[in-house]
């Protein structure tokens, strides 16, 4: 695994200890984003990316799915129901 960008462990760990924050990932994140130096060039990565993208990034898998789930994204990619039905 690569090393995470600079801020983003701290900052996902930031928003396990204060969940009064985790707001800002919908509203304003980068109020967060500054205020744990978050480089620029990781930060629509982190806006819009998808599992994938943000293991990309070396961001441990648990925070990852932590900050998806808060992000109001999905943790894993869906498939049509209709796909579940024509293998039976």
Not at 26 to 41: G, Q
Not at 51 to 69: A, C, M, Y
Not at 77 to 85: E, G, H, K, S
């Amino acid at each position: 695994m690569s090393t995470p960008p600079r801020g983003v462990h701290e900052l996902i760990e930031h928003l396990i200890e204060t969940p009064t924050d985790r707001g800002l990932i919908r509203t304003s994140p980068d109020v967060l984003f500054d205020r744990f130096e978050v480089p620029a060039e990781v930060r629509e990565t982190l806006r819009t990316g998808g599992r994938d993208d943000l293991h990309r990034l070396g961001i441990h898998p648990n925070l990852v799915i932590k900050w998806l789930i808060w992000s109001g994204r999905p943790t894993m990619p869906f498939f049509p129901i209709d796909y579940y039905f024509a293998r039976r």
